[in-house]
């Protein structure tokens, strides 16, 4: 750490960051778990300056599987997404919410992650909310999961914030699980910029 540092402040840096991140599926910023590494953070002079995340897990098989649609004429439809498969609930020309999922493979033909994926996005429309899209579509990504032999789903909110409150109720009630809380986010400032 300190020779990482020292060459930032021979470069003249005046803003530092740093992750945790290691090359792992679903860890990242550092969890509860590492208090040695928020340690070395904070003795280097890192302070928490972003958001804190609760990690969360569910097993695919306890998830509710979809019924009917909740709203009559909504349709799911699965395409491309940003992070991974995206089914899409659809109403007429509308589309009200969506969810992503990614699946931890890692290009390898027999994954050895042993069937594990994550959200990588959940949006509904917020006059649709409340109404059980959300549930009808994390169903739908049961599903398709199955049928990939995914057996773990991984899901994410933030911990404070307002914008977060629906998610941090949602995930319980549907059979998610706290698994830990992550902060992400640190920094430091640079020789230049104290």
Sequence with gaps: MDACIGQLERWGVGQQGAGGEIPVSGVYGIPEQWPHVRALYERAGFAHTGHTEIVCLARVGDLR?????PIPGLEARRTVGMNGTRLSAVLGPETIGYI????????ERLSRHGGWADIGNLRVAPQYRRRGVGTWLLGQAADWLSLAQVDRLLGYARADGRDDADRRAFLPAVGFRELTRTRRGWTRKGRDDH
């Design 100 to 107: 992503e999922v990614e699946t931890f493979e890692e290009a």
């Design 65 to 69: 599987r979809p019924g009917g649609p």
